[in-house]
């Protein structure tokens, strides 16, 4: 089985700084996928950043990094220089064998503040 | 390149009515999987189509049902409708078929009176 926490119901970032989104995971497979999506007020689900768990340098997508730590089980998500825009719920994500189900966290709603 | 369609966007049914939901996938993807999405529940997988076969399958009941066609397009039933099925109903697509990386429609608002 597999599972996904995100400890953070709510964060809130000053426009232009920096905002960390954590979350931990479990899973029995060997072989995962990590993801960050994020669903802005308008609901659609877009794909932020994503991990695979045999790589060990972490991911990053312009202003978007993440921090793997596989022993610890763990993934977060750094945005730099956030932006207005940057307002949404982020969820984690993990998906593991031959298949796109994936697992999802209960969220982090971001606010950014101007 | 059209993004995931889903229609309709919006519904509204009554205790026991039955509700079909639509999703065009991006052309060219092969894999279609259906969420359930509720403030109380969050986010929970419904099943997963790939090239009309039904590889995996969430933890719902046996209400729950779904389909996928030659060309790619799926579409989720849901019968005898209960309060609790009041959701917003999300596909999504994948062009491969195993690494998770999904584009979703903008979902299927159900609401059951």
């Not at chain 2, 039904?54 to 019968?79: A, I, L, T, W, Y």
């Amino acid at each position: 089985a597999q599972t996904v926490t995100q400890s953070q119901p709510e964060m809130s970032v000053q426009e232009a700084e920096t905002v960390t989104l954590s979350c931990t995971y479990d899973t029995s497979e060997s072989d995962y996928y990590l993801f960050w999506y994020k669903q802005p007020p308008s609901r659609q689900m877009i794909l932020v950043i994503r991990q695979e768990a045999y790589k060990q340098q972490n991911a990053t997508e312009n202003r978007f990094s993440v921090n793997f730590q596989k022993a610890a089980k763990s993934f977060s998500l750094k945005i730099s220089d956030s932006q207005l825009g940057d307002a949404a719920m982020y969820f984690c994500a993990i998906s593991g064998g031959a298949t796109n189900k994936l697992i999802f966290g209960t969220g982090t709603l971001l606010a950014v503040q101007p | 390149k059209a993004g995931v369609t889903q229609t309709p966007r919006y519904l509204i049914k009554t205790r026991g009515q039955q509700v079909t939901l639509s999703c065009s996938p991006i052309s060219g993807h092969r894999s279609v999987s259906w969420y359930q999405q509720t403030p109380g529940q969050g986010l929970q997988f419904l099943f997963e189509y790939f090239s009309e076969t039904q590889r995996n399958k969430g933890n719902f009941p046996g209400r729950f049902s779904g389909r996928q066609f030659s060309n790619s397009r799926s579409e989720m039933n849901v019968s005898t409708l209960e309060l609790g099925d009041s959701a917003l109903y999300l596909c999504a697509s994948s062009l491969q078929g195993r690494t998770g990386e999904l584009f979703f429609g903008e979902g299927s608002r159900l609401t059951v009176l």
